[in-house]
């Protein structure tokens, strides 16, 4: 079983300040984890994602995702908010290994730049 | 042009009236995703499919049905609908072999309303 727990529905920062969602897993396997965003009126696009390969993750537009093992947390962030980061932030986990499928959501988190 | 397409965007109907949803994918995937979102409760798994052969239930499949007519086409149907089934509904796909990580990709979304 695997499940996302997203800290804060709704979070807001200053134009400029550190972005920082949180995000905790639980999956009995090593994890694939993932970040989605959804601007308003469109579908998901991928921000970042964690195969194993490199525990500090880049994405795109300048955001980054750190995997802690040992925190079981793959927080994202971003140095300075930008007006056009207004978004909601989806954190998601996959089970690595043969006949994984599911792909499990958190709740997501609501990001607000203030000007 | 957009790998992931969904038809209707927006559709309002009435209880107790047959809806289709249809998704259509140029990526090439096996595997098809119906979900749900909800506000304040992420994106939740409707039904799925491996292939044309293959379609399994998600977390949440009482009162829809699905039909994979081919590769590149998987369809939701909602047999009677009712108001609690308004919702945003995303198609996805992805695409798996050894050390994907089931990335999937999203299409815009349909919003239902049922009145």
């Known amino acids: 079983a695997q499940s996302v727990t997203q800290l804060g529905s709704h979070v807001s920062v200053s134009e400029g300040a550190l972005v920082l969602l949180r995000c905790n897993y639980s999956s009995s396997v090593p994890p694939y984890l993932f970040w989605y965003v959804q601007y308003p009126n469109q579908g998901l696009q991928l921000l970042l994602k964690?195969?194993?390969?490199?525990?500090l993750v880049k994405g795109i537009n300048g955001f980054e995702a750190e995997f802690k093992k040992s925190e079981t947390s793959f927080h994202l962030t971003k140095p300075s908010a930008h007006m056009s980061d207004a978004a909601e932030y989806f954190c998601a986990v996959s089970a690595s290994g043969a006949g994984s499928y599911q792909l499990t959501f958190g709740k997501g988190t609501k990001l607000s730049v203030i000007p | 042009d957009a790998d992931v397409t969904q038809t209707p965007r927006n559709r309002i109907t009435k209880t107790g009236k047959r809806i289709m949803l249809e998704c259509s994918q140029t990526?090439?995937?096996?595997?098809m995703y119906w979900y749900r979102q909800d506000p304040g409760l992420g994106l939740r798994l409707i039904y799925y499919s491996f292939d044309v052969k293959d379609i399994n239930k998600g977390e949440i499949s009482d009162g829809y049905s699905v039909s994979r007519q081919a590769q590149a086409k998987f369809s939701l149907s909602l047999e009677s609908a009712i108001p609690n089934q308004t919702a945003l509904y995303f198609c996805a796909t992805s695409d798996w072999g050894a050390g994907d990580s089931n990335e999937q990709f999203f299409g815009p979304g349909t919003r239902l309303t049922v009145l």
């Open positions: 990526k090439g995937h096996d595997r």
């Open positions: 964690y195969t194993s390969a490199a525990t």
